[in-house]
């Protein structure tokens, strides 16, 4: 097997990365929430002085103290960094209490005192959208936060073509990213008055701004800084960058270096979850297995806050119909305001939902008119020249969908093993299934969002070279991935490039890393700012190998004249030195057009898209209920696999998270409080419960991408859910329209 190549190896197994919470200042505070135990209340008195009066404690911070805004919010600032007005849900945070020890100021936290008025709650967000709800923000005029749609065709003439009309209802879970590293916040006033602010965040631009916003100040008085996070799947946004501004407010306040770091049932009681989905699902197909309508509606919790629910319902309404060509569509899906915890990004971002319903859906209706869901697939899948259901021709990169299919089939033998399904019939204690799923996803932010990236190569005197690129490593490898691309690009050893972890104030604002994102966005900078400096690098130095500059070719550590003549990487560097002249080079990549009509959700939603398969087999006891796992497959076109060996291990930790959304992960509420509120009781997909995976790269390079590669931290994570569904319908005969899946009849 190949090795992995990744810079940050060494220091990350043996024990030298130093995260947030591993750094350390002369005179450095330390910070705490406090929470009260109300869901829905009107703040009317806050009384810290108990608080104030403990050992060792600096200061209690209230709204009151907040210089800037304690609003704020990506979309909408609805969001209260501390809650001024009223509390919206039972993780809003009333204050944050300072002391020289962390014990102290947990101590301290107990002693603050809040005189509320406890209202009533609304938590369904179906009854959250009736005229006379009650609403969590009297100042938006209604729970509802987006209303996004697709209008497509003539649904009541898909109807009239259509043999068979059926319609079926979903619903999802709440579900905790659970990232090993909990939030953490260390922040810096510094003399010249920069705020330096370190924390386990993905997106240190949003966490400027944040800052910014409490503190009132300028974004270049604000410096974030990247340093290593252990994971984040989307969940280190805005309650991450909420985390850095309360320690901001607290140094500027104390004059001190202040750090916040989170237990865990303070990261779980607080933090956004994914969505839990509403769906109402009705199609229509002909007896010839094709798909001639499709209605859906979608309700989206979106919790006590907005956060990013416009971009990830969004994301719904797009793959609403999942990788198949539907004629006629109508779709509305709605995200909706409750005094539950607030939702937000996560790995998939609106798309496992909407798989889960879709891939069981075609298994339906396929079953409806005696056909195979394999079958039905390829009569409906999206093909090379198709168009989508927002109107989009699908003739910009190879739709290798029937590519990922077949290589998914043939390593599984599925078709062979299909027969051998149990469907509930088995007077054996053991029901034997297999599932699959398949989906298409469109590639970085699309029509949500300003797509744009940016990378600095600085080729220093001896040879040397600093990287820095505006993507921010989560842990999955990104900053290797952006070092084998330059080194491809240029010709040379990695060994001679050092990552430089990027601050906010030396590279501009490359967004966050999203949306599968990183790869591709800051992969096409690196190559673009790599093509910049060869290009610099043969204009001035096309003399010395005397030959035109675009024939200079940079292979094997060296610059190559068809003439024969070469210099070594080395010696180029030195003649530019020489020469007075910088061997530096600033490259952009950005997101080609694409457009987008909000009203009749019709557009060319993404530049590019990915292609999907997974496939599971598994046993399930009839008796006990329990699921066993035995194989998995996943095939996905990545466009170009950049690094194989951690490519593999984006595909596996895809699916092991795939895995705990359909069959174990759930915040339990009740009346508004997360019941399981750490890791004992919060179910993640153990070792012990996975199967044997393979994994299958297919590579179609993507014309549009400068490196040819493609994302793949979400497509790996979506289809999980769905294929167990499949797959235990086969096995028991039983479908299950809500996850995590629980198999309830034993009989």
């Not at 014990?103 to 002693?111: F, S």
């Not at 020249?385 to 969908?401: E, F, R």
């Not at 399904?421 to 996803?441: H, P, Q, T």
Request: hydrophobic fraction near 40%; include cysteine; charged fraction near 25%.
């Amino acid at each position: 097997m190949n090795k992995a190549w990744r810079n940050d190896a060494v220091a990350k197994v043996t024990g030298r990365a130093k995260y947030t919470d591993d750094l350390k200042f002369v005179g450095m505070l330390h910070a705490v929430p406090v929470y009260t135990d109300r869901v829905h209340a009107r703040i009317l008195r806050i009384e810290t002085g108990d608080a104030e009066k403990m050992e060792g404690v600096r200061g209690v911070l209230t709204a009151k103290d907040v210089p800037g805004s304690c609003r704020y919010g990506q979309i909408f600032r609805d969001f209260r960094m501390l809650a001024d007005d009223k509390i919206r849900y039972h993780g809003d945070v009333i204050a944050v209490v300072v002391a020289d020890t962390r014990a102290q100021a947990i101590a301290a936290a107990g002693k603050v005192y809040v005189l509320t008025e406890e209202l009533p709650s609304v938590l369904d967000p179906r009854a959250a959208m009736a005229e006379d709800a009650i609403l969590v923000h009297a100042e938006h005029g209604s729970n509802v936060v987006n209303h996004h749609k697709v209008r497509r065709g003539d649904v009541e003439r898909g109807w009239a073509e259509a043999d068979v009309i059926f319609e079926r209802e979903f619903q999802t879970q709440f579900v905790e990213h659970a990232y090993l590293e909990p939030e953490s916040a260390l922040c810096i006033p510094r003399p010249d008055g920069v705020m330096e602010v370190f924390g386990s965040m993905q997106h240190p631009f949003s966490t400027r701004r944040f800052v910014a916003a409490m503190l009132g100040v300028p974004l270049s008085e604000v410096e974030v800084r990247s340093v290593p996070m252990g994971g984040g799947f989307g969940g280190k946004d805005d309650t991450a960058a909420i985390v850095c501004a309360r320690a901001a407010l607290a140094a500027r306040i104390t004059g001190r270096p202040v750090k916040m770091t989170y237990e865990r049932e303070w990261s779980i009681r607080e933090s956004y979850k994914r969505h839990p989905y509403f769906v109402k699902y009705k199609m229509g197909i002909t007896k010839d297995g094709l798909i001639r309508a499709a209605e859906i509606h979608i309700i989206a919790d979106a919790g006590a806050y907005c956060s990013v629910t416009p971009w990830v319902t969004w994301r719904s309404t797009v793959q609403c119909c999942g990788p198949y060509e539907v004629p006629n569509v109508h779709c509305d899906v709605f995200g909706v305001y409750t005094n539950n915890v607030f939702t937000g990004a996560m790995r998939g971002f609106g798309s496992p939902q909407m798989n889960f319903v879709v891939e069981q859906m075609v298994e339906i209706a396929a079953e409806q008119i005696g056909l195979t869901g394999v079958e039905f697939r390829r009569r409906n899948m999206v093909k090379q020249g198709s168009v989508t259901i927002t109107g989009q021709k699908l003739d910009g990169h190879v739709v290798s969908l029937p590519e990922v299919l077949d290589a998914v089939l043939a390593k599984s033998r599925y078709e062979e093993k299909l027969r051998k399904c149990s469907f509930g019939k088995s007077e054996a204690d053991e029901l034997y299934g297999i599932g699959l799923a398949m989906s298409y996803r469109g590639m970085s932010l699309g029509a949500e969002g300003m797509d744009f990236n940016s990378a600095i190569i600085n080729v220093q005197f001896d040879g040397s070279i600093l990287l820095e690129v505006g993507v921010h490593e989560n842990g999955q490898g990104a900053e290797s991935a952006m070092i084998l691309l330059l080194a491809q690009e240029l010709g040379v050893d990695p060994q001679r490039i050092r990552y430089r972890q990027p601050s906010t104030s030396n590279i501009p604002d490359g967004g966050t890393t999203v949306a599968s994102r990183a790869t591709l966005m800051g992969g096409g900078a690196v190559v673009n700012a790599a093509r910049n400096l060869k290009r610099r690098i043969g204009e001035l130095l096309a003399s010395h190998l005397n030959c035109p500059p675009d024939d200079i070719r940079f292979e094997n550590e060296h610059l190559l004249a068809p003439n024969g003549r070469s210099l070594t990487f080395n010696e180029a560097v030195h003649e530019l030195f020489l020469l007075q002249e910088y061997p530096y080079a600033f490259g952009t990549f950005k997101a080609p057009k694409v457009s987008w009509e909000e009203e009749t959700g019709q557009g060319n939603a993404y530049f590019t898209w990915v292609y999907g398969c997974q496939c599971i087999e598994l046993i399930v006891n009839r008796k006990t209920g329990k699921v066993k796992l035995l194989n998995a497959w996943a095939a996905h076109d990545v466009g170009r696999a950049v690094n194989p060996v951690m490519l593999l291990g984006q595909f596996y930790g895809g699916m092991a998270m795939g895995t705990g959304y359909g069959l174990f992960e759930e915040i339990r509420l009740k009346d508004g409080r997360v019941t399981n509120l750490n890791f004992n009781t919060y179910r993640i997909a153990r070792a012990n419960d996975m199967p044997e995976m393979t994994a299958i790269i297919v590579e179609n390079p993507d014309p549009l991408s400068p490196s040819g590669a493609k994302g793949i931290g979400e497509p790996s994570n979506e289809l999980m859910a769905p294929a167990i569904a499949n797959a235990v319908y086969h096995a028991t005969g039983q479908r299950h329209y809500r996850i995590p899946i629980r198999i309830e009849d034993r009989s």
